[in-house]
């Protein structure tokens, strides 16, 4: 089950112009993880794996912190793990995520419905995640999610444009766009302060593993409680 927070978000009040200029945004970017999926069981999975390997016991209920940063930034800010040793622990995660954890997940509901839609209203869409590129081509292809998207960017296996800011860069450059003509949507504080990074409008979701706190800290534009509200800034 998703976190889902029964809070009313900090800018839902924002009608009119603000949400009229969201809706003539061309590009839209999604995060992957908390946003257009589910990863919950997968991702703690391969945690919990990767820490047995190098003589940590966790349980899987303490690990929802670590859903949606960098793995690297997972390992060393909360097991104390050298660059060394986190490059280790990353290959271990590895070893259970690339055969099983990428599959133990689920779509967030109402999810695809949103994305055609999108689609069939002229809009750009991409995924810009901090995961490796590799396994979220896997992952949205599995789901049949791959065919709303344009371009599908994240991180490089070897631990190189993992950072949000650069993954959006990426899209940006590729895709031929500037920061002002698209939103990046996501549920954690990466997504938010990468976008701001480039001056981009970001709305915060509160469906998935980022608290209200964490996203209105980081200076989100918006967020959206449900996938409804977030339907409602994207279309109307």
Not at 173 to 191: F, P, S, T, W
Request: charge should be negative; aromatic fraction near 10%.
């Amino acid at each position: 089950m998703m976190l889902m927070s029964s809070k009313t978000p900090a800018k839902s009040d924002h009608y009119g112009g603000a949400e009229l200029e969201i809706r003539n945004k061309k590009l839209i970017l999604f995060d992957l993880d908390g946003t257009l999926t589910d990863p919950k069981e997968g991702i703690t999975r391969s945690f919990q794996y990767a820490l047995k390997k190098m003589g940590i016991s966790e349980d899987r209920d303490n690990l929802l912190k670590v859903i949606g940063p960098p793995l690297w930034d997972s390992f060393e800010q909360f097991y104390a793990m050298s660059r060394e040793e986190s490059d280790r622990a990353v290959q271990y995660y590895r070893e259970y995520f690339s055969e099983k954890g990428l599959y133990e997940n689920e779509v967030i509901e109402t999810i695809p419905q949103l994305l055609h839609d999108l689609k069939k209203n002229g809009k750009i869409l991409a995924v810009a995640t901090s995961k490796p590129t590799i396994y979220s081509v896997k992952i949205l292809k599995y789901f049949q999610l791959d065919r709303y998207f344009h371009l599908i960017v994240g991180s490089e296996l070897d631990g190189t444009r993992v950072r949000k800011d650069e993954i959006i860069s990426h899209v940006l450059n590729v895709l031929g766009y500037c920061a002002q003509e698209a939103v990046m949507i996501g549920d954690r504080k990466h997504d938010i302060i990468g976008a701001r990074a480039h001056g981009m409008t970001s709305i915060g979701v509160l469906f998935g593993y980022g608290s209200e706190e964490e996203l209105r800290a980081s200076g989100s534009d918006f967020l959206a409680s449900s996938t409804s509200q977030l339907r409602q800034y994207l279309l109307g």
